[in-house]
């Protein structure tokens, strides 16, 4: 399976045949690992780590306000219990995390220069099979802001909404509502 259904929520998705999210009841969210190859210091580890903090606990926060599962499980404060039926499991990475660059914004950023990026792909795991049933990838561009905004700003906003438009996504499937642009 690969995403390439554009969704003006998920980004590009690609969704298993036969695949109904009302049976699933409980969600657990991992935290998805920076694997960006231009995080090289320190400075852009601590980003890295405190990005994928943030945007695992947006996820669940925005899942569990959707009301479409009984549980949502952490997987970082709570393991996985043993023998739930119908679980899901998100795993994912964050292949690019970008800061850009907060001058080139102030000045230009109109233009698009300086623009922070992150992408987010995402995989949901039938967790009794080990069957992916359902893939996204999400990319995330900011330019503009008050002074070129801050690019951790810009990241931690980027996060946000995308955790926002995937429970809206997962709203709409969960209706019967395909995937569109």
Do not use: C, W
């Not at 994912?92 to 800061?99: A, E, F, N, V």
């Amino acid at each position: 399976m690969t995403p390439n259904v554009e969704d003006k929520d998920a980004g590009l998705v690609a969704v298993a045949p036969g695949f109904d999210l009302k049976t699933h009841r409980v969600i657990a969210v991992n935290q998805f690992p920076v694997t960006d190859s231009n995080v090289k210091d320190d400075d852009d580890r601590r980003l890295a780590q405190s990005m994928s903090v943030f945007l695992q606990s947006e996820l669940v926060r925005r899942l569990r306000e959707s009301g479409l599962f009984e549980r949502v499980i952490n997987l970082t404060e709570t393991p996985m219990p043993a023998g739930l039926p119908n679980a899901l499991r998100i795993d994912g990475d964050i292949p690019r995390l970008g800061q850009g660059s907060q001058v080139a914004r102030a000045f230009m950023g109109l233009y698009g220069a300086g623009r922070t990026r992150a992408q987010i792909e995402m995989r949901f795991v039938e967790v009794s099979t080990g069957k992916v049933v359902m893939l996204t990838a999400d990319r995330r561009i900011a330019s503009m802001g008050f002074f070129g905004g801050d690019s951790k700003d810009h990241l931690r906003e980027s996060f946000d909404d995308a955790a926002r438009d995937l429970a809206k996504f997962l709203l709409r499937l969960s209706r019967g509502e395909a995937p569109r642009p």
